[in-house]
Each structure stands twice: as C-alpha cells, then as structure tokens.
C-alpha cells in the first residue's frame, strides 16, 4: 500500500540540502538525492548535507525532476510507492515515475564527523553575508575564491575590494573555505558549528548539517590594503533607499549581486542592473574630485548608510570604516556614457 507525504515539506526538506549537490556528476551521485534509513544526504566533494526527511525510502534519486515535479503538482498530499527501478508520485489523476537506483554509491563516508557542537554567533552570520560578494570568482587564484576565517575576523578580496569584519569567530585556528560553500549558511539559519580536521560543519534548528572542507593555506594580509588614508567625504542620506530599490534589479544576478555607484562633482548616481531592467538614482554628495566609480553589494552599502559612515577617497581608491569592519573599494574613472537626464 502506498505511503503517504506532505509535498511542501519535503519539498522545503530537498531543498535544503541542494548545497550538496552538483550540475554534473563529480563524483558518482553527486548529482542526486540519496536516502537512507530516513536520513537524507548530497555530496559534490566539496559540500556535503545530511537531515532527517520525511521520505522514507532506499537508494539514490536524480534531485532536478524530483524537485521540478514537486514544484509543478498541486496536492497538499502525495502517495509515494517504489515500483521496480522507479519512485512513484501519485497525485489525484496524475502520476509520476523517477528512477530509482537502489545501490548508493555516494562516498559521504569521506566526509569526517562533527566534534563537539558550539554555538554560531549571529555576528558570524551576519559577517559571511557582508563579505560574500567580495571574494574572486578568478579560479586561476584560489585563495582568493574563498573567505578567510581567522579566530579575530573573518574577510574576504578580489582584485578591485577587500572587506574586513572584526569579530570573535570562536575557531581554534585561520582555515579558508570556498565561498560558494560557506555563502550558504547565509540563508539556512545556522545556529552551531563544530571544527574537524578538514572540515567545518554548521547546523540548524531543523537537524539540517552542512559540511564544508576547509583548507590550511596561507592567505594574502590585507592589513596594508585596509591602512589607506584619503580625504574625507559624507555619504548623503536616504541613500538606504536608493540602493533597496536598485537591488530589486541587481539581486537577479545572483552569483555576482552588485550595484555600481559613481562619484561625480557635486553628486552620487547609483545604479542596479539585471537580466530584466535597470535602476539608477542621484543623490547630492559634497564631492570635487575626479569622476569615479566602483562596485559594491548592496547589503554592505545599506549597512554603511544605517550606521552613517564617512567615507575617505584616495587618489585610486575609497575606503568605509564601520564600527567592526573595514571596506576598500578601487576607484575606476566613469566611463563615457550617453547623457543622463538627471544630470
């Protein structure tokens, strides 16, 4: 006899864990959902999770159709029910056949197991998620893909920002993890974490555990970079506004969210592209220098107007300082664009 399911919570319970999974087979069942004795598990080499689900099933599943279907079908409850090679959904009228393969060959065995759990400060959260979009998606250099987690603060760099957040971060010692892992503890609440050899673990609330490998590598010092000294500028007010509504635009590009801002005598232009339009507003800015530009992710930018930092600009350069972190900006002159009507 069929078993019976809540669709929207196994739903939310898949997608919890896609973290783990890859586009492409890395390893062998990488790209698939893997069940066993009511624990749910992915794992692409670098990522690994695991949870209690609700489907109480054996083997490995492909995670893209299992989590299209569920988001297409309507019913509140499924039946589900293994025939032969396949996972059945039945809805009313409708039915729905994914392979299943019994035998799982996912070598989540490799990942090490969490030590002692400790608490995850929301300071720690909230810092991941200013540092995020400030790492280098240049793969040719490595560490820079990744954020520094250091026992004092946690920061990140590419070739045009540095970002630093002092904070306590309740690690032993300094380890780098890929940004694209650790981002996602950003938005699945993690509330502890626990230190292993070559892996840093988090968990939440629901049992959800994320793994993460960690890599012992040296990492460049900032300090010089964060040490740069300019004349002072006062950003304008309302500017958390602004920047809200030019986020509506550049959160669509969710890999690389940044909106641009140009500083111009007398003013500041904001502007947030996407695949879908544009947004851009001038506010007024006690400015006389160069005309000049630069990228930033909008959180930090709302984070620098709520605490209303001063600004310092060097000749190459823009720096933020707030009450726990340091931002440095290069400046890039504006290029030439068709004439605005604001302006």
């Not at 799982?104 to 030590?115: A, D, I, M, Q, S």
């Amino acid at each position: 006899m069929p078993n019976q399911i809540n669709r929207e919570s196994l739903l939310a319970q898949l997608q919890s864990v896609e973290a783990g999974l890859s586009p492409r087979e890395i390893i062998e069942q990488s790209s698939c959902f893997v069940f066993q004795k009511q624990r749910l598990f992915t794992y692409n080499d670098e990522v690994a999770c695991r949870r209690d689900c609700d489907l109480h099933i054996e083997g490995a599943v492909p995670a893209l159709p299992l989590v299209a279907i569920l988001g297409k079908l309507v019913e509140e409850t499924l039946e589900y029910e293994i025939e032969g090679k396949e996972l059945v959904l039945i809805g009313k009228h409708r039915k729905c056949g994914i392979r299943l393969e019994a035998e799982v060959t996912l070598p989540f065995n490799k990942v090490e197991k969490p030590g002692d759990w400790r608490p995850l400060s929301e300071e720690f959260v909230e810092a991941v998620g200013l540092v995020q979009h400030h790492a280098s998606q240049d793969e040719s250099q490595f560490n820079m893909t990744c954020i520094h987690l250091h026992p004092d603060h946690i920061e990140s760099c590419n070739d045009l920002q540095a970002i630093r957040v002092r904070i306590k971060t309740g690690l032993k010692k300094a380890t780098l993890v890929r940004r694209d892992a650790l981002r996602n503890i950003v938005a699945l609440g993690m509330s502890e974490f626990s230190e292993s050899e070559a892996w840093l673990h988090f968990r939440n609330a629901d049992g959800l555990v994320l793994s993460m490998r960690r890599y012992m590598l040296e990492y460049q010092d900032l300090s010089k970079v964060l040490a740069v000294k300019g004349s002072p500028i006062t950003l304008p007010k309302g500017l958390g506004e602004v920047v809200e509504k030019a986020s509506i635009f550049s959160a669509e590009n969710s890999e690389d969210n940044l909106i641009k801002v140009e500083l111009r005598s007398g003013r500041m232009r904001v502007k947030g592209t996407g695949v879908s339009g544009w947004y851009q507003e001038v506010k007024k800015l006690v400015y006389d220098g160069p005309e000049m530009s630069f990228y930033i992710a909008p959180g930090l930018l709302v984070e620098i107007t709520e605490k209303q930092t001063e600004a310092e600009v060097a000749v190459d350069r823009l720096k933020v300082e707030g009450p726990k972190w340091t931002f440095v900006t290069a400046l890039a002159p504006v290029a030439a664009e068709p004439a605005q009507k604001d302006e």
